[in-house]
């Protein structure tokens, strides 16, 4: 989600978990292995937390605690309006995933995963694999993500790629008039799991297709499979497109970057898209970008996790249930419309009223 004003130097955790309703920041150390992780659950109204842990190397632990606050707020919107009944949670684990990630590191994360008792179920997210779910998964039973080996429901990336382009179909026909996209000029930006697998489906939609990427590996993996047009990291904002599909980290979509964009369409997988919710969303509607909600259009690959974590996992189910997306998509432009509010406030208040409807259901003196 967008930064909601997080200013942890200037409040205390408990204020800032406090301001935002989270319920508990669990901090996780082990100075033999290094290990420095996170865990964040913020709401439990629909179920218990579910969302999962990233790897990365902040350049503070105030960042990291930012990322995990405001990571694990954005799960429990986006497991509420995909109709899921699960709450939000996240986890981040600070440091090199090339330097320090390994089987011990895994599992004495997942003992702490674990200690939680099943408030929390993990499973991937940035820089983090199969290989360490399956590692994770020696203790503790509270993952989902594992390879279909394991009965696991694999690699999610697919269905969360899938979902993005029906949210993506879904924006073209409100602003095209149809929901095709052949022809039309689209940039992912971030040539990771989601971004390749989106382009698989935009080739085939026959779209005119741009990418970008500050890894050189991962261009020339793209262009080694696909005639595509490859955009320098700081010409993308500038680029004569249709649609933005920002597929890398969050905050790409900010006061310095919404001026230069000529795209009608922002539509991808990356989280924390709008650097601060609110008024970037707002500018985005005052430009004439529609904007699909990153929380919503992203959300197959918890969509597919939460299908193996039930234990009914069916691929064809969780692509019917992906496909969602579009319609769920359509109705929050609309009621954005209807209500002269923005598309991510739109998606924001969708999900607020499930919430809320669930917890009149659970206690009847809820106010």
């Known amino acids: 989600m967008g930064k909601d004003s997080i200013q942890l130097k200037s409040q205390t955790i408990l204020d800032k978990m406090s301001d935002t309703s989270h319920e508990q920041l669990i901090f996780c150390s082990d100075h033999v292995l290094g290990l420095k992780a996170i865990i964040s659950i913020h709401n439990t109204v629909l179920g218990p937390a579910m969302g999962g842990t990233r790897m990365w190397n902040y350049t503070s632990e105030e960042a990291a605690i930012q990322d995990a606050l405001r990571l694990s707020r954005g799960m429990t919107f986006k497991n509420s309006i995909a109709g899921l009944n699960i709450g939000g949670g996240k986890a981040v684990i600070i440091g090199d995933a090339k330097k320090i990630k390994?089987?011990?590191?895994?599992?004495?994360?997942?003992?702490?995963?674990?200690?939680?008792?099943?408030?929390?179920?993990?499973?991937?997210d940035v820089n983090m694999t199969m290989q360490d779910m399956e590692y994770i998964r020696m203790e503790t039973p509270y993952v989902a993500g594992l390879p279909e080996k394991m009965g696991g429901s694999g690699d999610p990336s697919p269905i969360t790629a899938y979902g993005v382009f029906c949210g993506m179909k879904a924006c073209a026909k409100v602003v095209y008039g149809t929901d095709t996209l052949a022809g039309k000029k689209i940039l992912v930006q971030g040539l990771g799991n989601v971004g390749s697998y989106l382009i698989e489906l935009l080739v085939k939609e026959r779209a005119l297709i741009l990418v970008s990427d500050i890894f050189e590996d991962k261009i020339k993996r793209i262009t080694e499979r696909f005639k595509v047009t490859v955009v320098a990291a700081d010409e993308v904002y500038r680029?004569?497109?249709?649609?933005?599909?920002?597929?890398?980290?969050?905050?790409?979509?900010?006061?310095?970057?919404?001026?230069?964009?000529?795209?009608?369409?922002?539509?991808?997988?990356?989280?924390?898209?709008?650097?601060?919710?609110?008024?970037?969303?707002?500018?985005?509607q005052d430009q004439g970008i529609l904007y699909g909600p990153d929380f919503l259009i992203n959300s197959g690959g918890i969509i597919n996790v939460y299908f193996e974590q039930q234990g009914n996992y069916h691929r064809s189910k969780v692509l019917e249930k992906a496909e969602d997306i579009y319609k769920m998509t359509t109705d929050v432009i609309n009621f954005a419309s209807v209500n002269n509010i923005t598309t991510h406030q739109s998606a924001l208040n969708i999900a607020a009223k499930r919430i809320e409807d669930f917890s009149r259901l659970k206690s009847p003196t809820f106010k």
């Open 102 to 124: 390994g089987e011990k590191l895994m599992r004495r994360f997942g003992k702490f995963v674990n200690g939680l008792g099943g408030q929390y179920w993990t499973a991937e």
């Open 239 to 284: 680029a004569d497109i249709d649609i933005y599909a920002p597929c890398a980290l969050g905050a790409t979509i900010n006061s310095q970057t919404i001026p230069k964009m000529k795209c009608k369409i922002i539509a991808g997988g990356a989280n924390n898209q709008l650097e601060d919710e609110a008024l970037h969303a707002k500018m985005l």
